[in-house]
């Protein structure tokens, strides 16, 4: 589903560098309202460096982002939040003395519509969400003591739980078992659709979900976009194999 | 006020200076390497101070002689902390660091109580004066100063032309990755303590030289304190840094004094002391890596 | 909702309230241990300010003693003006009250603005370098009285009238004491419970993560900061008034700041119920192995906070959290 006027965020020749390395260069792509996006691209390409400024951590050296309209490109990370970016590391960061639950109601106590609601709505919604991501059992542990791929799942809600209107997603599935991994794509799918939210997810790896998920495709390699449109067209371009060339992937 | 006056009053602030910066520079190694903040290295200062003391009135040692005891010692005690206490706690919250090396300093500072009371205690070391821009200056404090920068000069020396001091420089820029080349890098942490505790202990040794009286527990507080604002003048880790950032230092006390003086504020060498954490301050809002790189 | 849910919710503020009376009524039935008390209130009262900040963000502020002595200062320069200017005994104890807080809250303005942008070790060395330039300010140039300091009890015999002297410096800083306890109690109570305390948890655990998240983290720990600076500058300014003499190396003395910080940590940091354990704790056992072993207590001191800090890492409230926390009961307990 696309809500076709105007992209909600449009990232528009973005560049960063570190010191001598360019880890973007004139990074453009658009997404649109409730769309699915994936990005994907080998070790090192620079999608979190994407996410990073995408979501304020990092401010690019040239090119502006822009978030329905508005100029976000030098605006700082909280305030992004607030206006519906909302973000899940690759490498899990939970709170860690925090229980699973606070953490999520810290989700909802400071994202989109945080000012308007209660501590006790913020614990309504992080249980709920938690049902979601099936978390809801272990909500009252600390957030140190998760598995790995449940924090993924923590850090998950706690993203969906700031009711943003842009996911970025970074690396959700890396590591899961095709099974989750299919489970996790119907749920994006399915909170996508229901709240039309806008999902791009980054991916380098598990190209099986790309393809069950994404209705558009970037493909990101050493900080440049080479390859955008739909799922079959990108995944049928021979270039797609040349840059994965050397990386394992698991095909469908 | 006259040019000899301002000649003066420069010599001063480098010898100063150079004392300062040698002591400064225990402070800022050992926060370089481990990333730990010795808040006891007032406590070894002052160790080292009783040290001179404690061999000039005992065996007639002169502070030339009693350095090189200090220095052994502070090696020693410096790798004893490491292997009691710090080794646990590197890498764990910042707080948790500070707290223990306070703990020491007081324990330390008890220790130095109770062996010696809280009398002030001075030692007579008196080396002649020496005639400079015709004022009469302590050949004493001059020694001083100039061991102090042959001590620097040595360690930087040590640092980078000895296979030694680049594993220790290894460390300090990443421990992971000296780790993997094969580094012990435990034992560079427990040397790296321990020659910042030698530098400690030698800089106490230094400034007796400097005034050989007014030792008591508390000797080292002042020194510590100083040793902050001057370790970010020059760069948290930097050794050079430390030495030049003390001569710095040294020089605004010497000359602040003199102005306050003129301005007629009560105390000037209060007021010598609130412009320099005032520059701390300043330092930390606009360039708080220092003003040398590493 | 079952009263015994009830119960559950609110525990925490519940034992809060009954330790604060069973200290009120103990200072009442037992007068001979009531300056014993006083010394425990002042322990925890300030414990629960100085919570507020380092217990719920994790910044080091090592130069905290200087709201407290900032407070000291205040209420005896109100003191002084208003004995000159013959004002009435309340209007001048509640010019020190306004004093100090205009004080601290000024320095705390400053301090907030430049050191709160600065993470970890910096941030500690900054407010080591405000306390001591504010010592040597007031030393080098003489303000308020300089290195001589500020005597009162003179002035207030003449503000309270000598019949009124003993009022003035026990029975009124006593109670303005105990009021302050159960005010910062209390406000740590709310804060802890509140979107600000959910937030500057979340600061302490993960400040970047935090920012990410949509808390204004900047602001959060300049609100936190100066709530605490003037509860504490409260708690000077009744303290002026007991011990009527005051000077600046005392006022701005870094040890007082790490005395505060061993006793949040001890208790456990980020706690309500912690700074009352710690505080308690730590000064009962000042007091008795002061009478017991005088001379050791520093050096004892000194090697149980290294086995403190080596062993228990989260305070002891802490620790008991993190053991127990699948109790709904001691979770709410323990928060």
């Known amino acids: 589903m696309m809500n076709s006027s105007k992209p909600i965020l449009r990232v528009q020749d973005v560049t960063k560098r570190f010191g001598g390395l360019v880890a973007l260069r004139k990074v453009s792509l658009d997404i649109f309202g409730g769309e699915k996006v994936a990005i994907i691209g080998p070790n090192g390409s620079g999608k979190t460096t994407l996410f990073n400024v995408i979501n304020g951590v990092?401010?690019?050296?040239?090119?502006r982002i822009f978030y329905e309209d508005n100029d976000i490109t030098h605006k700082p990370p909280n305030e992004r939040a607030r206006m519906g970016i909302a973000r899940a590391f690759q490498i899990p960061r939970p709170f860690p003395g925090a229980t699973v639950r606070e953490n999520v109601a810290i989700g909802a106590l400071f994202g989109r519509f945080g000012h308007k609601i209660s501590l006790e709505e913020a614990l309504r919604i992080a249980d709920e969400k938690l049902k979601l991501v099936g978390l809801y059992d272990k909500r009252d542990e600390l957030a140190a003591k998760l598995t790995g791929p449940e924090r993924k799942m923590l850090e998950f809600a706690r993203a969906l739980a700031m009711s943003p209107k842009l996911l970025l997603l970074d690396e959700i599935m890396a590591g899961m078992p095709p099974g989750k991994v299919d489970q996790i794509v119907d749920l994006i799918k399915e909170i996508s659709e229901k709240e039309g939210i806008a999902v791009a997810v980054m991916v380098e790896h598990v190209i099986r979900a790309v393809i069950r998920y994404a209705e558009r495709v970037y493909v990101l390699d050493r900080g440049e976009i080479v390859l955008s449109g739909s799922v079959d067209e990108v995944m049928r371009s021979p270039k797609l194999r040349e840059i994965y060339l050397g990386t394992r992937f698991r095909e469908v | 006020m006259d040019l000899n006056n301002i000649f003066f009053i420069i010599y001063q602030g480098l010898v100063l200076g150079s004392i300062y910066g040698v002591i400064a520079i225990g402070l800022s190694l050992i926060f370089g390497i481990t990333r730990i903040i010795n808040l006891s290295h007032g406590a070894l200062i002052m160790w080292g101070a009783y040290t001179a003391f404690t061999f000039f009135t005992l065996y007639n040692l002169s502070p030339l002689g009693s350095i090189f005891i200090a220095l052994v010692v502070g090696i020693g005690l410096g790798a004893a902390i490491f292997y009691v206490i710090l080794k646990r706690l590197i890498g764990a919250h910042e707080l948790t660091t500070l707290l223990a090396t306070f703990a020491l300093s007081i324990f330390l500072q008890e220790l130095a109580r109770l062996r010696y009371g809280l009398d002030y205690r001075g030692y007579n070391l008196y080396m002649g004066s020496i005639n400079m821009f015709g004022y009469g200056a302590s050949l004493s404090a001059l020694y001083g100063g100039i061991l102090a920068l042959v001590l620097t000069t040595l360690l930087t020396l040590f640092l980078y032309k000895t296979r030694l001091g680049a594993a220790i420089r290894a460390v300090a820029q990443d421990p992971v990755g000296a780790y993997v080349c094969g580094i012990d890098v435990n034992k560079i942490y427990a040397i790296g303590i321990g020659l910042g505790s030698a530098f400690a202990m030698a800089g106490g040794v230094i400034a007796t030289m400097y005034s050989p009286t007014g030792i008591n527990p508390y000797y080292g507080e002042p020194y510590l304190l100083k040793s902050f604002v001057i370790v970010v003048l020059g760069g948290l880790g930097s050794v050079i840094g430390a030495y030049i950032g003390g001569l710095i230092f040294g020089l605004a006390e010497t000359t602040l004094f003199p102005i306050y003086d003129y301005l007629n504020f009560h105390s000037p060498s209060s007021m010598a002391l609130f412009t320099e954490f005032i520059i701390l301050l300043l330092l930390l809002l606009l360039r708080p890596q220092g003003l040398f790189k590493r | 909702?079952?009263?015994?849910?009830?119960?559950?919710?609110?525990?925490?503020?519940?034992?809060?309230?009954?330790?604060?009376?069973?200290?009120?009524?103990?200072?009442?039935?037992?007068?001979?241990?009531?300056?014993?008390?006083?010394?425990?209130?002042?322990?925890?009262?300030?414990?629960?300010?100085?919570?507020?900040?380092?217990?719920?963000?994790?910044?080091?502020?090592?130069?905290?003693?200087?709201?407290?002595?900032?407070?000291?200062?205040?209420?005896?320069?109100?003191?002084?003006?208003?004995?000159?200017?013959n004002m009435s005994e309340y209007i001048a104890i509640l010019l020190g009250i306004l004093l100090a807080l205009a004080l601290a809250n000024t320095v705390a303005g400053v301090v907030g603005a430049i050191a709160l942008r600065l993470r970890g070790a910096y941030f500690a060395i900054a407010t080591i370098g405000l306390s001591q330039a504010l010592r040597y300010l007031i030393e080098?140039?003489?303000?308020?009285?300089?290195?001589?300091?500020?005597?009162?009890a003179s002035d207030l015999r003449k503000i309270f009238g000598e019949e009124r002297f003993s009022y003035a410096t026990i029975t009124l800083p006593d109670t303005g004491i105990f009021i302050l306890t159960v005010i910062s109690g209390l406000v740590m109570y709310v804060v802890r419970n509140s979107r600000l305390g959910y937030g500057l948890l979340a600061i302490r655990e993960d400040e970047d993560v935090a920012r990410v998240m949509g808390i204004s983290t900047t602001l959060y720990k300049f609100i936190a900061f100066l709530i605490s600076a003037s509860l504490t500058s409260l708690v000077g300014?009744?303290?002026?008034?007991?011990?009527?003499?005051?000077?600046?190396?005392?006022?701005f003395n870094i040890a007082f700041s790490?005395?505060?910080?061993?006793?949040?940590?001890?208790?456990?940091?980020g706690t309500v119920l912690g700074p009352l354990l710690g505080g308690s704790l730590y000064a009962l056992s000042k007091y008795y192995l002061g009478t017991i072993l005088p001379g050791l207590q520093l050096t004892i001191f000194s090697v149980l906070l290294l086995v403190i800090v080596l062993v228990f890492r989260q305070g002891i409230v802490g620790e008991l959290r993190s053991l127990l926390y699948r109790y709904s009961f001691i979770r709410e307990v323990i928060r």
């Open chain 1, 58 to 63: 990092y401010i690019p050296d040239e090119g």
């Open chain 3, 140 to 152: 080098g140039a003489k303000i308020w009285g300089g290195a001589e300091g500020v005597i009162i």
């Open chain 3, 258 to 269: 790490v005395e505060f910080i061993v006793i949040v940590m001890l208790g456990g940091a």
């Open chain 3, 1 to 85: 909702m079952g009263l015994r849910e009830v119960l559950i919710k609110h525990l925490t503020l519940i034992i809060l309230i009954v330790i604060y009376v069973i200290l009120w009524l103990l200072r009442e039935v037992f007068p001979e241990y009531s300056q014993l008390i006083i010394t425990l209130l002042y322990y925890i009262t300030i414990a629960q300010a100085y919570n507020i900040f380092l217990g719920m963000t994790g910044y080091v502020d090592f130069g905290y003693v200087s709201y407290f002595g900032l407070g000291l200062y205040g209420m005896a320069v109100a003191i002084t003006l208003s004995s000159s200017s």
């Open chain 3, 237 to 251: 300014s009744m303290w002026a008034l007991k011990i009527t003499a005051i000077y600046p190396p005392e006022s």
